[in-house]
């Protein structure tokens, strides 16, 4: 990616992130990083690195090989039509970020030679922890390939089929504001057994990543490892039955329900 030159338009919080991501990765140039913002003031704090902040959507498209739409669903079509007089089909490419606007839908103003993703990374890209779950039309292995670096550098990418976007959207997306919420309820919960709200919150903040380290090195399924710790009239195995009481799970699963009907709804 050293050398392509990259535009995000309608660079918000997600946006953000990802330019975050990718100005930490050793093999991106600053220099062709563009944002665009009808407000940028948030993002001229970039500028010293030599990332360009601009207010035009259209100097910023002519320029760049790689297009990154971070707008708002309902913005779309409406920037697609914005720039649609400078874009090059058979050398630029345009990855949308946003949920639900399928490729069908943006194809009916893009040229339909164009190289087209679908992308939902998460706000982890911030990081560098990102996942990504991407899926594009018009495309080589070599353009494949160029995508998923873009967004490896920023966590790690999977391809999927476009009918699962939303799906990926609700898991990877949304999930991460689920993740957020059970570890505040947890650091409530220890602040109320005794920990005072700091403390608390270094405790829960290593046990979930050092949850997640787990899962993904010993490639466990999370009840294994909850055997582990889960002993005989323990006070785990209590903790957990009376979370089940409570309905932990069902509100879980009902919750990552009701985000997804939110989106198929629209």
């Known amino acids: 990616m050293i050398h392509q030159k990259i535009a995000i338009l309608g660079c918000g ?4 992130s ?3 991501g ?3 990765s050793e093999n991106f140039e600053p220099n062709n990083l563009t944002l665009t913002r009808r407000n940028p003031n948030s993002l001229y704090e970039l500028q010293p690195l030599g990332v360009k902040v601009l207010t035009d959507n259209v ?3 002519m320029e760049a090989d790689i297009l990154i739409l971070g707008v708002k669903p309902y913005n ?12 090059k089909p058979d050398k630029q490419i345009i990855v949308s970020l946003a949920t639900g606007v399928t490729l069908e839908e ?3 103003v893009l040229d339909k030679k164009t190289t087209l993703y679908r992308a939902m990374p998460n706000i982890a890209a911030d990081i560098k922890e990102s996942v990504t779950c991407i899926c594009g039309s018009n495309s080589t292995p070599e353009i494949d390939e160029s995508i998923k670096k873009l967004f490896n550098s920023v966590g790690f990418s999977i391809t999927i089929d476009e009918s699962l976007m939303e ?8 999930g991460i504001a689920y993740v957020l ?5 947890m650091i409530q919960g220890g602040i109320q057994i005794g920990f005072d709200a700091k403390t608390a919150n270094l405790i829960v903040n290593q046990t979930v990543k050092g949850a997640a380290e787990l899962m993904i090195q010993k490639q466990m399924h999370p009840e294994e490892a909850i055997d582990k710790v889960t002993t005989p009239k323990g006070c785990t195995i209590v903790g957990l039955n009376e979370m089940e009481h409570q309905g932990f799970s069902a509100a879980m699963v009902r919750g990552v329900l009701a985000s997804y009907e939110k989106i198929e709804k629209k």
């Open 13 to 16: 919080n997600l946006g953000t």
């Open 18 to 20: 990802i330019a975050h």
């Open 22 to 24: 990718l100005l930490e």
């Open 59 to 61: 100097l910023a498209a």
């Open 76 to 87: 779309v079509n409406h920037i697609l039509k914005e720039i649609k007089s400078v874009l």
């Open 106 to 108: 943006m194809y009916e």
């Open 167 to 174: 799906a990926a959207t609700v898991l990877g997306a949304c």
């Open 181 to 185: 919420r059970f570890m505040r309820a």
